[in-house]
């Protein structure tokens, strides 16, 4: 089985400090890995992913995650936060087994304040 | 929204009512999802679709059926709208060349069952 753990529903960070967003995740078979964006009423969008391939993943807007086998982790960062990432964070998983269907985390809210 | 469209994007219904959500795209893409997002639980697949006239149920499929007659359209119809159906519902697609392809997600449908 597989599942998701987003360790905190809710970050505060100020504007221009870094941004951590934590997910822990399980997978019985080598797991592929989403973090999405999904800004006030609208839908998702996705910041970046991990197949597999190099463990320090870049995406869009400055934000990177690392993927960690040995702690089940693929955690969100950002140097330095800005007013526009105000957002909620979700991370996701699927693999082979899964045919695809991606397993959500419940969310992390980031809040910045200025 | 990669050429997704969600209509209608707000509905207001009464309980026991048929209700029906739907997703147009127009790339072309072979895999189409419907998901719910509620608070505290992130986004959960109700049903997919990996071609025309072909369906799957997802995680929370129960009281929801989908139709998908042509590439573009995905329908999703509650037959007998409940209150624990008021959500945001969540179109997504994917080419399905791979289980680790981008799902791109529409803007979302507002349900209120009253």
């Known amino acids: 089985a597989q599942s998701v753990t987003q360790l905190d529903s809710h970050v505060s960070v100020s504007e221009g400090t870094p941004v951590l967003l934590r997910c822990n995740y399980s997978s019985s078979y080598s797991p592929s890995l989403f973090w999405y964006v999904q800004h006030p009423n609208k839908g998702l969008q996705l910041l970046l992913k991990y197949t597999s391939a190099a463990t320090l993943v870049k995406g869009i807007n400055g934000f990177e995650a690392e993927f960690k086998k040995s702690e089940t982790s693929f955690h969100l960062t950002k140097p330095s936060a800005h007013m526009s990432d105000a957002a909620e964070y979700f991370c996701?998983?699927?693999?082979?087994?899964?045919?695809?269907?991606?397993?959500f985390g419940q969310g992390t809210e980031l809040s910045v304040k200025p | 929204d990669a050429g997704i469209t969600q209509s209608p994007r707000h509905k207001v219904t009464e309980t026991g009512t048929p209700v029906t959500l739907r997703c147009h795209q127009t790339e072309n893409h072979r895999y189409m999802y419907w998901y719910r997002q509620d608070p505290g639980h992130g986004l959960r697949l109700i049903h997919y679709?990996?071609?025309?006239?072909?369906?799957d149920k997802g995680e929370v499929s129960d009281g929801y059926s989908v139709s998908r007659s042509k590439t573009e359209d995905f329908l999703l119809t509650l037959e007998s709208a409940t209150s624990s159906q008021t959500s945001v519902y969540f179109c997504a697609i994917s080419p399905g060349l791979s289980v680790t392809d981008t799902q791109y997600f529409g803007p979302g449908t507002r349900l209120t069952v009253l």
């Open positions: 679709s990996y071609g025309v006239k072909d369906t």
């Open positions: 996701v998983v699927t693999s082979y087994n899964q045919g695809g269907k991606l397993i």
